[in-house]
């Protein structure tokens, strides 16, 4: 699986397919049924924010995100 950076992410027109980024995590905020995750990979100065939700990802609750 091709891994995209976040400047590309940026760069390109938004779309509806999944993609692959890896970076340093650098905020986790939880919520009753969603979280949020700032991550950064120094493509760019500007962050990327993933929210996980607590219907759609299986792991929700064992994932160590929250340590």
Same mark, same amino acid.
């Given at each position: 699986?091709?891994? /995209? @950076?976040?400047? =590309?992410?940026?760069? #390109?027109? &938004? =779309?509806?397919? =999944?993609? @692959?980024?890896?970076?340093?995590?650098?905020?986790?905020? #939880?919520? +009753? /049924? *969603?979280? *949020?995750? @700032?991550?950064? !990979?120094?493509?760019? *100065? +500007? !962050?990327?924010?993933?929210?996980?939700?607590? !219907?759609?990802? &299986? /792991?929700?609750?064992? =994932? &160590?995100?929250?340590?």
């Amino acid at each position: 699986m091709d891994r /995209n @950076t976040i400047a =590309s992410l940026y760069a #390109d027109e &938004p =779309s509806d397919t =999944s993609v @692959t980024v890896a970076g340093w995590v650098r905020s986790v905020r #939880d919520m +009753k /049924n *969603f979280g *949020f995750v @700032t991550l950064n !990979d120094g493509s760019c *100065f +500007k !962050d990327l924010q993933v929210v996980m939700g607590r !219907d759609s990802l &299986p /792991n929700y609750d064992e =994932s &160590p995100r929250w340590a």
